[in-house]
């Protein structure tokens, strides 16, 4: 008998509109920018020949925006699992990129004690587990199809490293989770075969502002 061959694509949301360059995190009212729009039209395309039977995304509005076009493509429905929500992070509306903003006021430093935790936000571990219960539900709601979730650089990169059994503490200017990009989960049932990734927008700085 043969396996069940169900593909969960966790999508990551395209770019923001983020003129002040802060990290918004779970803010709300950050919306996709003309580019994301763009880039999520793109991936629409890409998945146009797609057995797709579920599209979920995060409660956060650039998710559903990027969800929107690859859903009604496919005469679906975007559904809502909470668990693919961005991480907490202690410094969102802030600036933080290195050498500017909140990094260099000595106020914030303690929240910096351990970065393998980390101590600023929700810990790694935390954000692989839900992931991962986010991806079987969405692997059970399609099984023999495609799924696609829509989240965030950092959880898909954290479900990612946990996966592959790396550790979760990593150098955010080396992850690779460009915007609108792609990291496939191939079961076999309910088991993992591979893990694939690929960029239907392009590369993009992990840093950039908008992102």
């Known amino acids: 008998m043969s396996a069940n061959r169900t593909v969960v694509h966790f999508l990551r949301h395209g770019e923001v509109h983020n003129p002040e ?8 009212n950050f919306h996709l920018s003309e580019e994301g729009e763009r880039q999520a039209k793109l991936v629409s ?5 797609r057995d797709l039977a579920h599209v979920v995304a995060s409660p956060m509005q650039r998710a559903q925006q990027t969800a929107s076009p690859i859903a009604a493509a496919h005469g679906l429905e975007v559904t809502v699992d909470e668990r693919l929500i961005e991480a907490d992070n202690r410094f969102e509306g802030c ?22 935790r980390p101590s600023w936000g929700e810990p790694y571990r935390e954000i692989a587990h839900r992931m991962l219960g986010a991806a079987h539900r969405a692997r059970a709601a399609a099984v ?50 591979r893990v694939a990734y690929v960029e239907p927008a392009g590369e993009s700085d992990p840093e950039a502002s908008g992102a």
Do not use: M
């Open 21 to 28: 360059g802060i990290l918004y995190g779970r803010l709300p």
């Open 45 to 49: 395309e890409f998945l146009a020949d």
């Open 95 to 116: 600036k933080v990129s290195v050498g500017d903003g909140a990094l260099r006021s000595p106020r914030h430093w303690p929240k910096l004690w351990n970065p393998c």
């Open 144 to 193: 023999g199809r495609d799924a696609v979730c829509v989240s965030h650089q950092l959880p898909i990169w954290i479900l990612r490293r946990f996966l592959e059994s790396r550790p979760l503490w990593h150098d955010p200017r080396r992850r690779r989770c460009s915007l609108a990009s792609l990291t496939s989960l191939v079961f076999h049932d309910e088991q993992l075969v």
